[in-house]
């Protein structure tokens, strides 16, 4: 397949590394110091668990437009970086390109394919003027949920710490051959791969570590280990949970876990600092809206109240603010 993807950080620059080492048509759009570390050095991974090193030679542009039709793009951006991304996805579209998001926190296309809202509300939020859903339509979207630990030490390195999980499937549940074929590809890759049948949820169950645990993680400084530990510090993440279970029911998107199992998903990682801890310490802009701002926003329509999620808002923006990571 012939695969560009946007945003060769951590989850793009492992997806990109292996689709390429797979024998696929791979291409990056990068800025900055990853584009040109890329471009001198090539895409180097670092394998924790065994040590390997490899570098991969793949097609880096910052201009969309030198890259032509794709068969599939992969939006691994924060939320923050998505309307550049939809200002520059034209190019790559042809008449059956389709668009996979592999990102955390709530998709601006959550509610399209719902019961609930019967497909006619929008996320202000993540989308305010619909450029996202115009540029994007939610006809070509193959969700992608990640599940697999990495990081940047620094531009155009990867290091894959823990997991090759993904989940895909379509908004709504109606997988066709956009998926199988995305899925095939990963697998390839070496990803082990699962076919959703309602995305929704696998992204809800994803939300209830990524609200709770980055926010609490980019405040304290600590490893999502140490956050678990703490009892104290442990409840109040247990709380904001229930509140976004009870978000998610309201919606029709049951996360069906308990907040506990919830956990023990993010205890199989081990000791590893949350994105937006690495976020944090490296200055980049946090993903506040995307993961909190989105949830609530959710929580309106739906009626329900969540107190704990508005203080951990408020809080991890004042944080940002005060250096100049969040607008």
């Not at 940047?152 to 998926?179: C, D, F, K, Q, Y």
Request: charged share 20%; glycine share 12%.
């Amino acid at each position: 397949m012939k695969i560009c993807i946007f945003g060769a950080g951590a989850v793009g620059g492992l997806m990109a590394a292996w689709l390429h080492k797979a024998g696929h048509e791979v291409s990056v759009v990068a800025r900055g110091a990853n584009l040109t570390a890329i471009r001198e050095h090539g895409l180097r991974v670092r394998t924790l668990a065994t040590g390997e090193f490899a570098s991969y030679r793949v097609h880096a542009e910052s201009d969309p437009q030198a890259l032509g039709e794709q068969d599939a793009v992969i939006v691994a951006v924060k939320g923050q970086g998505l309307p550049q991304v939809a200002r520059g996805m034209g190019p790559l579209l042809g008449e059956s390109t389709s668009i996979v998001t592999a990102m955390n926190g709530v998709p601006w296309w959550f509610f399209d394919r719902l019961a609930f809202g019967r497909g006619k509300l929008r996320l202000a939020s993540l989308d305010p003027g619909g450029e996202l859903g115009r540029d994007m339509p939610t006809e070509r979207i193959v969700g992608c949920v990640v599940h697999f630990a990495a990081s940047t030490p620094e531009p155009g390195l990867v290091s894959h710490n823990m997991g090759n999980r993904l989940i895909l499937g379509e908004p709504g549940g109606a997988n066709t051959a956009r998926t199988e074929a995305i899925a095939g590809a990963f697998e390839q890759a070496g990803f082990e791969c699962v076919r959703s049948r309602f995305i929704e949820k696998d992204f809800w169950v994803k939300l209830l570590g990524n609200v709770s645990f980055n926010p609490v993680s980019a405040l304290t400084l600590a490893t999502a280990d140490k956050l678990m530990e703490d009892t104290d510090v442990k409840d109040y993440m247990v709380a904001i949970m229930r509140e976004v279970l009870a978000i998610g029911r309201a919606v029709g998107v049951d996360a069906d876990i308990d907040p506990e199992a919830r956990m023990d998903m993010a205890r199989h990682l081990g000791r590893f600092k949350t994105s937006m801890l690495q976020d944090m310490e490296a200055g980049k802009s946090l993903e506040i809206d995307g993961l909190l701002t989105g949830t609530l926003e959710v929580a309106r329509h739906a009626g329900v109240e969540a107190p704990f999620t508005h203080s951990l808002r408020g809080l991890i923006r004042l944080r940002a603010q005060a250096t100049g990571q969040y607008p």
